[in-house]
């Protein structure tokens, strides 16, 4: 069968919207059926991967950081990277002046920097692109 | 012919431009293409029989999908879905968009 690409570009913010958890089941899913992804992140998207983020507790219920298990944007995205290391492919690029704009420059590994210019190749070359905007 | 796969996220009764996407999902099955409109997010608010809302796509022939964790987050069981509404997979909608000749647009 011919390898098929999938390409998304994200561009929400981590912990703003479930358009990113849907984004990344379908990230997922498509790496377990063996499909290659390309993810452009754009705008705050670029923040999904932010290195810097921590989980935490909860003094409110008085939770620790254990007792809370808080999920962070950036293992969803490392997981990812991992299943997708080569066959199938993820490739992560980030905006690299949306970077800049907002200090996020510290990613997990795996992420590179890029611009536009790389989702247009992406949309290009893939099997199909899937644009999720803001509302 | 093509693919059209239309993903509606947005819950039909906060935001009125659903109807863009069901207007455009009707108008495109008319002229003779393929057509899945995937239900995600609080877009599966529609999917309940009770909400009336999709009689019109699922009389003109378009398929009907929707997120089988987005109705478990909002406790809508299968028995409660509208006549001609499928319990999906995300696997579903990643085959449905990584065929060839397909395009698809997120609302």
Redesign the interface.
Known sequence: MKN?T?TLALMDPPYES??ST?AL??IS??L??G?NVNVFAYEGAVCLPLKDQAPHANPVKGTTVEDEEHPTTKAFVSSLLALGKDKPLLTWVNCGLCVDERGAANVVEGVRRGSPADFFKMATES???????T? | MTNYVF?E??DPFDSRDTHFVEETAIAVKERGHEVTVFL???GVLAARERAGRLGRLAEAGVTLLA?D?SLRERGIRPEELAPGVHES???Q???A????N???M?H
């Open positions: 098929r999938l479930a358009n849907t089941r379908i899913a498509a377990a059926k499909i099997t199909n692109t899937l644009v999720i905007p509302k | 993903i996220s947005r995600v997010q609080n997120d964790v997979a995300i696997d909608l990643v085959d968009i990584a065929r060839e397909t395009k698809t997120w």
